[in-house]
């Protein structure tokens, strides 16, 4: 069976666990504990560390671009609720005159 099959069917039923490395069939599947290797736990303080260290290298935007940002948003999203509103108000003003409910 493991024969007929290309590299890349191959590799993706290895990783599932149904073929072993020789390329045979597995008897029993592996589960993912089984085959993927034991990472150590990070402690703690280890991870505040890296966390502060991934933080130093985010671009905070200045606060003239966050009052920027956030005027355009507002716009937007008065405009857009404008927009929903008046097709809102045009839906039911046609349903209204479309069952002549007044």
Known sequence: MASNMNREQKRML???GYL???GEVQ???ATPAQTAPKRERT???RFVRE???ELRKVAWPTRSEVVNYSIITLVFLVVVTAVIGVVD???ARAVFWLFAID
Do not use: H, I, K, N
Request: glycine share 12%.
């Open 14 to 16: 290895q990783r599932a």
């Open 20 to 22: 072993g490395e020789d």
């Open 27 to 29: 008897r029993t599947r």
């Open 43 to 45: 402690s703690p303080r």
């Open 51 to 53: 966390m502060v260290a």
């Open 89 to 91: 108000w045009g839906f």
